[in-house]
Every structure is written in C-alpha cells, then in structure tokens.
C-alpha cells in the first residue's frame, strides 16, 4: 500500500444501492506511466471506505455517537491497511474482534411456525 498518490477510484463498477445510484458507474482517475500497483490498491481501499463510510451516515440516526470506535469484522477488516484505511477516512477509532466466525456466533433459529 502506497498512500498519498494522485490516484481515485469511485467504486461503483454496477451502481449503488446505498444511496440509492442505480445508473452510477466506477471511476479511476489520476493514472500515469509511473502508477504503482501499492498506489492503485491503496485508491481501491480509499474508495471502498469512502462508499461504506457514506452509506454508514446515511443510516445512523442523529442522535448516534459518530465519535464511537468502528467495529470492523470479517476476514480483511483484520488486515492493517484496511483499518489504517478506515481510522484515516473516518478519523474514528476501529476495534476488530477477534472472533473467527461470526456466523456462528448467534445460536440458530427456527423459522416462525416450525
């Protein structure tokens, strides 16, 4: 990862669903010959935060702490560079659980009527 290079990218490759942009599309910007692969994973990172980031301040209401640590989870949100990401677009503390399986953290259900 190569952060403070000139280069953007918007990833909304098929819309998006959060805000509502249907007929948005991607975007990369700012490549040159001299473009690294660390500089163009970096503007992916940028980019996909920014659209998580977004769509987090759309859903939480007004009263919430937007001062509160992000709980990051799942297999890449252990990865420094991603939460070095996302500490740095949201200005926000990050916690990572060290759970492995989330999916098998809640007991099962039973569908209604079984």
Known sequence: MEPGA???LLPYLDGE???NLPNASGLLHGLRHDT???QLLQ???DGAVHA???????VLDE?????????LIGGGARGTAWQDT???LSGRRC???RRRNWSRSAPPRRPPGS
């Open 17 to 19: 669903r959060t805000p």
């Open 52 to 58: 998580l980031l977004g769509a987090l301040d759309l």
């Open 6 to 8: 000139a280069v953007t």
């Open 36 to 38: 690294t692969g660390g």
């Open 63 to 71: 009263d919430a702490d937007r001062t509160a640590p992000l709980l």
């Open 95 to 97: 916690r990572c659980p």
């Open 86 to 88: 996302v500490r740095r």
């Open 43 to 45: 503007a992916a990172y």
